[in-house]
């Protein structure tokens, strides 16, 4: 069975400090690996997909990597701002999706 | 607008009710699925459809029932015999289940037990 885990499950940064969120996971058999943001009391929202075969994507002052090999994934977000406060939730997918627990982000301004 | 409706946002049961959660998608997705969320845990897989009149059980599927007679719609029942049914219930969909696409979440319902 596939297990997701994410590390920290909660992070605390003053503005402008670049974020780094971990996710490792213990079946490397998947097809791609997604990252999300949720806010509280709402759904999910998909940041970044980054296929299987690929390294990393990027989207903005958003930079993801992938390591199948060693099971692993980093999210990174550049120059941080307070609308950056989230939960962010890292999901691997064969047939279907499995998450990790997430990692509570707080901007400080 | 294309995108994933849930509804109702807040639903409360009764002990002993059944109770049914919409999911309605418009975006020509082939595969959906039910996602339970609690605090302080990762989502749980409670039902996955991969194509209209077919559906397998995820990992926490007792207590839960679905059904899949139109593509755009996969509706999730809450039987009584759910005994923890208080959660935050999301749905999702992809384009297929078995190639590499994108899920795609709606807002939620919050099902609370009264």
């Known amino acids: 069975k596939q297990e997701v885990t994410q590390i920290p499950a909660a992070l605390s940064v003053p503005e402008g400090e670049n974020l780094v969120l971990n996710c490792s996971f213990t079946d490397s058999a998947i097809y791609n690996l997604q990252w999300f943001r949720q806010d509280p009391g709402k759904g999910l929202t998909s940041l970044l997909l980054i296929q299987s075969s690929q390294r990393e994507q990027t989207s903005g002052r958003l930079n993801a990597s992938l390591d199948k090999s060693s099971g692993r994934s980093t999210l990174y977000i550049a120059a941080s701002q307070p609308g950056d406060s989230a939960t962010y939730l890292c999901?691997?997918?064969?047939?279907?999706?499995?998450f990790g627990a997430g990692t509570t982000v707080t901007v400080r301004a | 607008d294309g995108g994933i409706t849930q509804s109702p946002k807040y639903l409360f049961r009764k002990e002993g009710q059944n109770v049914t959660l919409s999911c309605e998608q418009n975006?020509?997705?082939?595969?959906m699925y039910w996602y339970r969320q609690d605090p302080g845990q990762g989502l749980r897989l409670i039902y996955y459809s991969q194509i209209v009149n077919d559906f397998q059980k995820g990992d926490i599927a007792e207590g839960y029932s679905v059904s899949r007679e139109k593509k755009e719609s996969f509706p999730l029942t809450v039987t009584s015999a759910q005994k923890n049914p208080t959660a935050f219930y999301l749905c999702a969909s992809s384009i297929s289940a078995l190639v590499n696409t994108e899920a795609f979440f709606g807002q939620g319902t919050r099902l609370t037990v009264v």
């Open positions: 999901a691997v997918s064969h047939y279907k999706l499995s």
């Open positions: 975006l020509n997705h082939d595969a």
